[in-house]
């Protein structure tokens, strides 16, 4: 991902992540998240503060993952 030219932006990626198994298919996974992300940068292109919130716990035997930029809408 750092060497994917939509993220040279300084981007500050905070994560609060728990480490939590999970059956999934993890190609598919990454490509859910790598546009999710792809699409945070692009909304922050004109922010003056470029964060990425990632977050992923569990809840009420739920597993959440979150994703929070501070692009513009």
Do not use: C, W
């Amino acid at each position: 991902m750092e060497s994917d030219p939509r993220f040279s932006k300084k981007i500050q990626i905070e994560k609060d992540l728990e480490n939590l198994e999970i059956k999934m298919d993890h190609s598919k996974m990454k490509q859910v998240l790598m546009n999710l992300m792809i699409n945070s940068s692009e909304a922050m292109a004109e922010s003056v503060t470029k964060r990425l919130n990632l977050r992923l716990y569990k809840k009420d035997g739920k597993i959440y993952f979150e994703i929070q930029d501070s692009g513009l809408s």
